[in-house]
C-alpha cells in the first residue's frame, strides 16, 4: 500500500515561484510512475505533470516552460518547482502514482489511470 503525502502549498503573488513536495511511504521504490494534478471547485481534475520511472516527463500545455517535475527516488519524493505563476493557477494540487515502470508514450495525465493519491495542497495565486 502506498501512502502519499503533499506540502509546499502557499499564497504567493502573480509571478512568484513555490515548489510542492511529496513524499511516498509505502512500497513505492522504483516501480511507480508519478503525476501533478490540481483541481478548482466545480471543475475536473487536471493532470499538469508526470513521469516515468527512467525520468521521462511531460506537462500540460497550460503549465508547460513554467513548472519542472523531479523526483528523489532515495527520498521516495517528488516535487514539482512552480516558476512566475499566475492566478489561474490557484487550485488544490495532489500528487498520484500508479504500479508501473513506464508508458507505452509519453507519461499520462489522465487522473483514471492513476490509483494512489495524495491529500492535496492548496495553492492561491493572486495579482
Known amino acids: 500500500h502506498v501512502q502519499l503525502v503533499e506540502s509546499g502549498g502557499g499564497s504567493v503573488q502573480a509571478g512568484g515561484s513555490l515548489t510542492l513536495s511529496c513524499v511516498a511511504s509505502g512500497s513505492l521504490r522504483n516501480t511507480y510512475c508519478m503525476g501533478w494534478f490540481r483541481q478548482t471547485p466545480g471543475k475536473e481534475r487536471e493532470g499538469i505533470a508526470g513521469?516515468?520511472?527512467?525520468?521521462?516527463?511531460t506537462f500540460a500545455d497550460s503549465v508547460k516552460g513554467r513548472f519542472t517535475i523531479s523526483k528523489d527516488d532515495v527520498k521516495y519524493s517528488l516535487y514539482l518547482q512552480m516558476d512566475n505563476l499566475k492566478p489561474e493557477d490557484t487550485a488544490m494540487y495532489s500528487c498520484?502514482?500508479?504500479?508501473?515502470?513506464?508508458?507505452?508514450?509519453?507519461?499520462?495525465?489522465?487522473?483514471?489511470?492513476?490509483?494512489?493519491w495524495g491529500q492535496g495542497t492548496q495553492v492561491t495565486v493572486s495579482l
Open positions: 513521469i516515468d520511472v527512467d525520468g521521462t516527463t
Open positions: 498520484a502514482a500508479v504500479r508501473l515502470t513506464r508508458w507505452a508514450g509519453p507519461p499520462s495525465l489522465r487522473p483514471y489511470e492513476y490509483n494512489y
